[in-house]
């Protein structure tokens, strides 16, 4: 998983070398996320929050295309009579985002990739017994394939607002006693980002 996004990230790095027309930026974001899927229920929202690079290459007068090197927060809260608990996931993320503009509205739509590098998992006991705490990423499925669209507004300067929504495709649990439980990330965010000007 790690070669893939390394190799995607030195291919679209060698395009936005040749392209005429492109600006770097950056963009920081924020939200809420939890779990989706009929397997799951109880679920209620956490905060997620991210940031990191993009570069916007025009391919014509409306449309562009964006990949994005992104750190982000996601995870899910499970409330029940017996426990509580709370699921915090880091991901490195590569979305590639194909955008259409017109005039300062833009939408956006693509697929997105990322990696598990960091997880937790807190459980508080209802009984008022002690809490506990699991850090292995053995618990949560390592690669995160999935999608993301939205919807945009940026200026002539170069900064933007954007609604996103971010889901996967695969589940974030792995194989259980021979069990697949269909939990898949889903988040909504608020994203604020800035394109450097042009270079002469």
């Known amino acids: 998983m790690k070669r893939i996004l390394v190799a995607l990230a030195l291919t679209f790095g060698a395009v936005a070398a ?12 924020g939200g809420i996320a939890k779990f989706r899927g009929d397997d799951v229920t109880n679920q209620s929202n956490t905060l997620s929050a991210g940031g990191g690079l ?28 017996a426990f509580d608990s709370k699921t915090t996931l880091h ?40 809490a506990s705490e699991d850090k292995s990423r053995n618990n949560f499925t390592n690669a995160d394939w999935g999608f993301a669209a939205g919807i945009g507004y940026q200026l002539e300067n170069g900064l933007s607002l954007t609604g996103r929504y971010s889901g996967s495709l ?17 988040a909504f965010l608020v994203q604020l980002g800035f394109l450097l000007p042009q270079g002469n």
């Open 54 to 81: 993009v570069y916007n290459i025009k391919l014509t007068e409306m449309l562009s295309v964006q990949p994005e090197l992104l750190y982000t927060v996601k995870g899910s809260r499970f409330n029940s009579d």
């Open 91 to 130: 991901y490195v993320e590569l979305p590639v985002m194909l955008r259409a503009t017109f005039s300062n509205v833009f939408v956006e739509a693509g697929p997105q990739v990322g990696y598990l590098v960091a997880a937790k998992l807190e459980v508080t006991p209802n009984n008022g017994g002690e």
């Open 170 to 186: 695969n589940p974030v649990l792995p194989n259980v006693a021979s069990t697949k439980i269909k939990a898949y990330n889903s």
């Open 18 to 29: 040749q392209a005429q027309d492109s600006r770097i930026g950056v963009k920081i974001s």
